[in-house]
Antibody, heavy 128, light 107 residues
């Protein structure tokens, strides 16, 4: 089955760029139909969607973060990545990558509805 | 922007009991895009329910979802020890995703 694994530095200095990569195994990121996403969870808080990217490179970002955000995909490595610039302590969180998919009901099909599977998550701390 | 409010914040029950978790939206939302997840510490969140009431692959039938409009419910009919976790609801609206703050189901 498809599995996702996040990787990247666990500590980033304020004002620098947070960079994470998600490696997909058990399936091809280029197979289509799925959107590859980033979600984060601040300590003791709920979940916040960051954005998603399609294998073609099409992206859609959370408006609250889009000015600092860039996502990319490397189909040859079956990976996708996120960069968040000018980080502050407020960006300290567990970062998850996840696959967004959908379903069909009757004659209608809906994409990007749910997230499954998710990676285990990686804690990124912003501190000097 | 949609705000999803989950209640209660913490639910204390025993194995074998019935759990009822609520998710209330700040405005009317589509049932098509209402999803529930289970999250255990140190693990990846797990998809439980999508489209308000459809169970994801491999999810036991003791999990069920219902609701419409602004009020949605996740019900676990008979709690098993492995069901104690945090549960999140999620809504997809206009290419954005909104999550509730979670309900912690504890023994």
């Amino acid at each position: 089955q498809v599995q996702l694994q996040e990787s990247g530095p666990g500590l980033v200095k304020p004002s620098q760029t947070l960079s994470l990569t998600c490696t997909v195994s058990g399936g091809s990121i280029s197979s289509g139909g799925y959107y590859w996403s980033w979600i984060r969870q601040h300590p003791g808080k709920g979940l916040e969607w960051i954005g998603y990217i399609y294998y073609s490179g099409t992206t859609f970002y959370n408006p609250a973060l889009k000015n600092r955000l860039a996502m990319s995909v490397d189909t040859s490595k079956n990976q996708f990545s996120v960069k968040l610039t000018s980080v502050t302590a407020a960006d300290t969180a567990v970062y998850y990558c996840a696959r967004a998919g959908g379903y069909c009901s009757g004659d209608s099909c809906y994409s990007r509805v749910w997230f499954d599977p998710w990676g285990q998550g990686t804690l990124v701390t912003v501190s000097s | 922007e949609i705000v999803l409010t989950q209640s209660p914040g913490t639910l204390s029950l025993s194995p074998g009991e019935r759990a009822t978790l609520s998710c209330r939206a700040s405005q009317t939302v589509s049932s098509t895009f209402l999803t529930w997840y289970q999250h255990k510490p140190g693990q990846a969140p797990r998809l439980l329910i999508y489209g308000v009431s459809s169970r994801a692959t491999g999810i036991p039938d003791r999990f069920s979802g219902s609701g419409s409009g602004t009020d949605f419910t996740l019900t676990i009919s008979r709690l098993e020890p492995e069901d104690f976790a945090v549960y999140y609801c999620q809504q997809y609206v206009s290419s954005r995703y909104f999550f509730g703050q979670g309900t912690k189901l504890e023994i």
